[in-house]
């Protein structure tokens, strides 16, 4: 050290800070720009993207030329078609799928039918949990208004996955259980390997109100007409896949009706209702007709009338030709497969809940009432008002697709080949997913069948997310205006 100075015992060395070290310092945070998706809108575009992607996913499956009988690829309007109504769970189709598709076909058939009734949020959750994606809050709450609205499970958001695989397992082991009966029935009339084809295919078919059937030389279940087991058996899988999980699970954990949850108390007095409408209505109707039930016996009328009662609001299975039913019957039917099935479940339509409350509703304005009560309950006004606002998106649905058909349908309408009440039974049976026919469909034009693709799909995805995207965009307002009448009647 040149300057002589040595630290000493005691000594303290200050440091004057630089004057560019005291100015503050200015830090740059990083900007990201974060897209987050709306609740509601996930309600719509993930059951939107999903089914859609499945429906092209099984085009391509059935498009390959092991999926059908003779050489060649299957034309793509078939296999869209057929992968649609498979889906969408709907039973229409364009070919003979016992005899058009190959083992491979009709397993791929299956497997759509069972991912479509299980519904594509759920097979998403699962293949989500699958390779370990983490459930998001806006996937959770999508999931649980879906499922029906927490009725089954606790209602909790940290119980939706668990409520997820409650519902492939029941739903697995009805199908099996099924198929098992189906076999012990099938077995005495088909080689072992057949009959354990047909049975788990037709349990697949029937759970999940889908309408397909693999019966050579059989219209549907009509071989089956006076076979009790048979249809008795698809009878209770279509019940149990039509009134939904959350009716279910009510039922099995509260067992009184005095203490099911109003749902479930409108669900059940619904469906026993338009089941005992629809079989005295057909059975009054078509008793006398020859080419429907008129050529059976007393007992096999009373049992096919409560059969097609069952199926004809959400399957589509049959064991008459409904292209020789009375125009009575087409309207009746019209109705009932307007309507469908409990909501969140493998059924189509506007849903009996919703028809439910809306009945409630017109009841309590009849009454007099200012609020809508029913079994000691008010339901919530904005309820009322989203059924409301569904029944008439579907109406105005059908109302616009019926119009483009008959804009492609002119030439046959005008030579007669079939009449206006078939043109729009095969809609509404497209719409609310039912798939019951009075055998026009393989003759409409390419037009009008891509028409009834979109009408499925539609028909399977609008009311689902209709429901969820009303009920997740809801808010609580923070005024509210003066009131003013306006006359009706």
Known sequence: MTSGWHRRLGDRIIRRPRLRDLLPIRLKPEHRRRRTVPTAATAVTLPAMGFAGLILLGTLFLSLPVAHVGDGITPFRIALFTATSAVCVTG??????????????????????????????????????????????????????????????????????????????????????????????????????????????????????????????????????????????IALLIVLGGISFAVIGDIVRRRRFSRWSLDTRLVVLGSVALWLLGAAGILAIERTNASTLGALPADTQVLNALFHSVSGRTAGFSTIDFGAIQPATTLLFAVLMFIGGASASTAGGIKVNTVMLLVVAALASVLGRARVEVFRREVPYPQVIRAIALVMLAVSTIVAIFIALMATEAASLDIRAFSFADLVFELVSAFGTVGL????????????????????????????????????RERRALYRYAQEHVRIG
């Open 92 to 233: 229409l189709v364009i070919v003979n799928t016992a005899t058009y598709w190959t083992f491979f076909g009709q397993a791929v058939i299956a497997a759509l039918m069972y991912l479509g009734g299980l519904g594509i949020i759920t097979a998403g959750t699962l293949l989500f949990m699958a390779i370990g994606r983490r459930i998001t809050l806006p996937d959770r709450l999508v999931l649980r208004e879906s499922l029906g609205g927490g009725t089954l499970g606790g209602g909790t958001l940290g119980s939706v996955t668990r409520l997820v695989r409650l519902i492939v397992v029941v739903a697995t082991l009805i199908q099996v259980v099924g198929a098992v009966v189906l076999f012990a029935r099938f077995q005495a009339l088909f080689p072992l390997g057949r009959a354990a084809w047909l049975a788990l295919f037709h349990s697949i078919s029937g759970f999940n109100n889908a309408g397909f059937a693999i019966l050579r030389d059989s219209a549907s279940l009509s071989a089956f007409r006076d076979d009790y087991l048979v249809l008795l058996t």
């Open 437 to 472: 026919s009075t055998g026009i469909t393989a003759s409409l034009t390419d037009t009008s069948q891509y028409l009834l693709v979109g009408a499925m799909y539609l028909g399977r995805l609008g009311p689902l997310t209709i429901a969820l995207g009303l009920a997740l």
